[in-house]
């Protein structure tokens, strides 16, 4: 098993080349909008990390307490969706069935928990804001070379990093590098 690591900062370039290397998904075919949504996330990992850490702290710093108690109410959210998506049958055939739909249900029961706190905006412009982001430039940014090449690797299992250890979390693996790296695991216990 390979060990976690964050994959290096991608240049200015590479993250946000021009025009030329951004284009609308296609909305009628979501498998292939999902695989460059997660394609990018792993690549861009480390860029995304560190825009969402500044638009972080730039609502901390105006607002520490509403900002404190929004990171704790989504990581416990995010914590217990996790261990009822593993340790509980219905939940987890849902998270298996409906990836989607699993992570658009944490997130709404984020926000429901935080509109009972009173912080609803901050939590939406703390932590929404920087994942809308990051939606944003993932759906919209085309991959490249070495984009695929990356993820092929990590897919594999010859690489692991945080956000595929997320993205298995919440059950958003691509099918064929699964299938690839099963395959892979079959023969090295041949």
Same mark, same amino acid.
């Given at each position: 098993?390979?060990?976690?690591?964050?994959?290096?900062?991608?240049? *200015?370039?590479?993250?946000?080349? #021009? *025009?030329?290397?951004?284009?609308?998904?296609?909305?009628?075919?979501?498998?292939?909008?999902?695989?460059?949504?997660?394609?990018?996330?792993?690549?861009?990992?480390? %860029?995304?990390?560190?825009?969402? $850490?500044?638009?972080?702290?730039?609502?901390?710093?105006?607002?520490? $307490?509403?900002?404190?108690?929004?990171?704790?109410?989504?990581?416990?959210?995010?914590?217990?969706?996790?261990?009822?998506?593993? @340790?509980?049958? $219905?939940?987890?055939?849902?998270? @298996?069935? %409906?990836?989607?739909?699993?992570?658009?249900?944490?997130?709404?029961?984020?926000?429901?928990?935080?509109?009972?706190?009173?912080?609803?905006?901050?939590?939406?412009?703390?932590?929404?804001?920087?994942?809308?982001?990051?939606?944003?430039?993932?759906?919209?940014?085309?991959?490249?070379?070495?984009?695929?090449?990356?993820?092929?690797?990590? #897919?594999?299992?010859?690489?692991?990093?945080?956000?595929?250890?997320?993205?298995?979390?919440? #059950?958003?693996?691509?099918?064929?590098?699964?299938? $690839?790296? @099963?395959?892979?695991?079959?023969?090295?216990?041949?």
């Amino acid at each position: 098993m390979a060990k976690v690591e964050l994959t290096p900062l991608r240049l *200015w370039d590479d993250f946000f080349p #021009g *025009w030329e290397r951004f284009a609308k998904p296609d909305v009628k075919d979501l498998a292939k909008w999902n695989n460059r949504v997660v394609s990018n996330l792993l690549y861009y990992q480390t %860029n995304y990390l560190a825009m969402a $850490i500044i638009v972080f702290l730039i609502v901390g710093f105006l607002n520490p $307490i509403g900002m404190f108690m929004g990171m704790a109410v989504v990581s416990l959210v995010f914590l217990g969706s996790v261990w009822a998506g593993e @340790n509980r049958a $219905i939940i987890k055939n849902f998270k @298996n069935q %409906n990836p989607t739909m699993f992570v658009i249900a944490v997130m709404v029961a984020s926000y429901f928990l935080m509109s009972l706190f009173g912080g609803v905006m901050v939590f939406m412009s703390g932590i929404t804001f920087p994942l809308a982001l990051i939606f944003a430039h993932a759906s919209l940014r085309l991959r490249n070379m070495k984009n695929k090449l990356e993820n092929r690797i990590e #897919g594999a299992g010859l690489k692991k990093s945080p956000m595929g250890l997320l993205l298995e979390a919440l #059950g958003q693996q691509e099918e064929k590098l699964q299938k $690839i790296q @099963n395959f892979l695991e079959s023969k090295l216990k041949e």
